[in-house]
């Protein structure tokens, strides 16, 4: 297939302004949200066969469902302002988003989905390429870009990660999907409120000018899509489970900790984190790391509500030799991950919130030991549930943002049904060495 780079071609750039005025003033960042200011903007997006409108028709019927859209999301429609004494706050003035409308019409749809890698094309369907939310100051919170391709059209969404997490942005694409379907009261209201252990006094310093990405932009990576089909990942959890309940336990797991059923998904990072690492060739006493983004509002005691606007993750590191990993079997590294992850309750979540107070930073995104796995997103997120009036998408897709060897990000399967796809982003010779390993290629689909 011949080369899709530099396919995109920009037609126009809009400002979309809320249909209604904000009666929100400011709203504080909380010590999930300002780690985030030295992240790239989220880059998620949706592929979907072509609407029954024109080009012309599409961009404007979206530009009125976004103005209409952001009405219930009015800090989308802000912009980031710090404080004389440091404090950094969201100011929900109606200063506008972006809808910018492009044009790729030598792309297909299939060019998108078919294929071993995801084509490089795919990041030009997003605005706001390698820019850094504390630039969230002096440009749109949000930006929508509207790809026209041959066959079909791509809804991609650039937006601040120092002001929605995975769960606030697809409640905010959901919403956006149906208002363009028509309705008039969104299902899911978000909730702004700022009072809860997140928010803190502490001060977060910047360097002058802002910060940076903790990462190598710039380092050649490979991405592809992983797909694993309800049926396999279900032979995958009861492996790890079954076997673990009485079969063939590990001493080294307590009988206690046997009680603690591994879930689908951890049982699919433990896959992942095992496959990595073999195909890394790391000594085996070098110390590996599994990190997974864990939404707490619901670990939190008293519970946030679930459409709690903002941040609202922190990250949970498991850690364990590169020998620990490959010499035991899954199900002891599944079986670290779920401790990690049952011990991140309301208790933890203070202490990471406190020890974050005593000495305020940007998150180090990035694998800088070269022994990092990262995974980010869900598959519980409602990704496929976006349907703008022409049917759900096709696939989803993200952009350049925040990648680097060892980020993995999980989307549900199109098909649901606990189906998951895994976004993988590894160096070139570490993804050749997974896509031959057999453990890990067992349960991948071969569609």
Request: proline content about 6%; some cysteine.
């Amino acid at each position: 297939m011949p080369s899709l780079e530099n396919s995109v071609t920009v037609i126009s750039t809009n400002k979309v302004f809320p249909d209604k005025k904000s009666t929100l003033a400011e709203l504080k960042l909380s010590v999930s949200d300002l780690p985030m200011l030295s992240c790239h903007y989220i880059q998620k997006g949706c592929l979907f066969t072509r609407p029954h409108l024109t080009p012309q028709e599409l961009l404007s019927h979206l530009e009125h469902s976004l103005s209409l859209t952001l009405s219930h999301f009015p800090p989308l429609a802000g912009r980031l302002s710090t404080s004389e004494d440091g404090h950094v706050f969201l100011s929900c003035n109606d200063a506008g988003a972006d809808i910018v409308f492009a044009e790729a019409k030598s792309v297909r749809v299939s060019d998108v989905i078919t294929g071993v890698d995801v084509p490089g094309v795919v990041k030009e369907f997003f605005s706001y390429d390698r820019a850094v939310s504390y630039e969230g100051h002096n440009r749109p919170i949000l930006a929508v870009q509207v790809t026209e391709l041959n066959d079909g059209v791509f809804i991609g969404c650039s937006v601040n990660h120092a002001v929605v997490d995975g769960t606030s942005l697809w409640n905010f694409v959901n919403t956006f999907a149906e208002v363009s379907r028509g309705a008039e009261n969104a299902t899911r209201q978000p909730d702004f409120t700022r009072e809860n252990v997140l928010i803190s006094p502490a001060v977060l310093k910047v360097p002058r000018g802002g910060p940076k990405v903790t990462f190598d932009e710039n380092a050649p990576l490979r991405e592809r899509i992983f797909s694993f089909a309800r049926e396999q990942i279900l032979e995958l959890k009861a492996m790890v489970n079954g076997e673990r309940n009485g079969v063939e336990v590990n001493d080294a797991v307590s009988k206690t900790e046997s009680k603690l059923e591994i879930s689908s998904f951890q049982s699919l990072c433990a896959l992942l984190w095992r496959a990595i690492t073999r195909a890394r060739n790391l000594p085996s006493t070098k110390t590996t790391t599994f990190r997974m983004a864990v939404n707490v509002r619901h670990r939190l005691s008293p519970k946030l509500n679930p459409e709690y606007f903002g941040n609202a993750i922190q990250s949970v590191p498991t850690f364990a030799t590169a020998g620990e990993v490959l010499s035991r079997d899954i199900r002891w590294t599944a079986d670290q991950l779920n401790q990690s992850v049952a011990a991140h309750g309301d208790e933890r979540i203070r202490e990471v919130v406190a020890e974050w107070e005593e000495n305020p930073r940007c998150f180090p995104l990035g694998n800088a030991d070269g022994a990092s796995v990262t995974m980010g997103s869900s598959p519980r997120f409602p990704m496929y549930e976006n349907d703008f009036g022409w049917g759900k998408p096709v696939a989803v897709r993200s952009g350049r943002a925040n990648k680097f060897d060892g980020k993995i990000s999980a989307f549900p399967g199109r098909d649901g049904n606990g189906s998951v796809d895994l976004e993988v982003i590894l160096a070139p010779e570490t993804m050749a060495g997974i896509e031959c390993d057999g453990e890990f290629m067992r349960y991948v689909s071969k569609v």
